[in-house]
């Protein structure tokens, strides 16, 4: 009877292993990669991989629709950050094409003070939300004559309402109090003035989030004076890549902001700050707390919260003790033994 009862709940726990698309990317994202698997081992996290070879360069003969296929299949992605060189037959770079094709149209950097880390700032506690879709990043360009190029910003109304309605959506279900809308229309009347009056709309729905707008220049002057009076901030596509890197850098950099993607039937966990870091590939120095805390946030979204928070709860444990520390957090730990000390600290 006891043996039964432990075959059964052998079974039940096999059924309720969950699949996540993994995408380990350029640069120091395998290496990254590599620290989420050990660490997800060790929690015995229910989730299996199913990687994918897809890089920004040198991308082998069907990674890509094999990427999009494992994608729409599971749902869920983990992701490395992708060099910005285009392939064959895509006209934007593989990252952007990538979640066009898989119709991303917001992603949210979670820019937060990490205790035991020292920054410019304490306590901040920003969430960055970025329209996905359009904007510069079309990649709509020409050269008309010789030595004269024109790009094409793309600005929609709808896209415009569908950001900024996510934002208004976000805050009120995480208890936020204030929406910024980043924006520059005081010179770009019709592109960013439509994204601007869509926001002043789309706020008049939610009349119990205070909302406020801002150029763009200020906001970047204002973040690093006064990162505090930000809550959650919406913004067109170029500002928020502009935006996320340089709050990053008021908590700690590009290795400690997690972020993620949305569209309407998938998402994607990722750094917040979406550099390869090429340089200190197969060094074993890179810092792996964004994408474990990515992870962290991705086994939220999957109802996994128990081992979401033990794995958040560890890393933040981990740099508290002020023990173990990578370069970047002015420590001499190489990417092994942070992952290491994570462990410990489950």
Do not use: W
Not at 58 to 68: D, F, H
Not at 135 to 145: A, D, M, R, S, T
Request: glycine share 8%.
């Amino acid at each position: 009877m006891l043996r039964r009862g432990l075959v059964s709940i052998a079974n039940t726990r096999s059924a309720a292993v969950k699949t996540v698309s993994l995408i380990p990317g350029d640069g120091v994202g395998p290496e990254l990669m590599a620290s989420v698997k050990d660490v997800f081992k060790s929690a015995t996290v229910p989730v299996q991989f199913e990687e994918v070879g897809l890089t920004g360069v040198n991308t082998k003969e069907g990674a890509y629709e094999e990427a999009i296929a494992s994608i729409s299949k599971n749902g869920v992605c983990l992701m490395g950050a992708l060099e910005n060189a285009q392939a064959a037959g895509l006209q934007q770079s593989m990252s952007f094409q990538l979640r066009n094709d898989l119709g991303v149209f917001g992603a949210v950097a979670k820019i937060k003070s990490i205790e035991g880390l020292q920054s410019k700032f304490s306590n901040v506690d920003i969430v960055a939300i970025r329209e996905q879709s359009e904007g510069e990043y079309k990649c709509l360009e020409h050269e008309p004559i010789q030595g004269v190029v024109e790009a094409l910003k793309i600005t929609t109304e709808q896209n415009s309402d569908r950001i900024h309605k996510f934002a208004f959506d976000y805050a009120l279900r995480h208890g936020r109090k204030k929406v910024t809308c980043v924006h520059k229309a005081n010179i770009m009347k019709k592109g960013d003035g439509l994204f601007l009056r869509r926001f002043r709309e789309v706020a008049k729905q939610y009349p119990m989030i205070e909302s406020q707008d801002m150029i763009v220049d200020n906001t970047c002057m204002q973040l690093v004076s006064n990162p505090h009076q930000f809550d959650v901030m919406v913004m067109p596509n170029l500002y928020g890549a502009i935006v996320d890197n340089l709050a990053a850098g008021l908590v700690g950099g590009a290795g400690v902001v997690p972020a993620e993607c949305y569209s309407t039937q998938n998402c994607i966990f990722e750094s917040g700050a979406r550099h390869t870091f090429g340089a200190a590939a197969f060094k074993n120095i890179a810092n792996p707390t964004a994408v474990l805390l990515a992870s962290a946030n991705m086994l939220d979204h999957m109802s996994l919260s128990m081992y979401g928070s033990r794995i958040r709860n560890a890393v933040n444990k981990t740099i508290k003790l002020k023990k173990t520390r990578t370069l970047d957090m002015g420590g001499y730990a190489t990417t092994e033994q942070f992952t290491k000390a994570v462990i410990k600290n489950l």
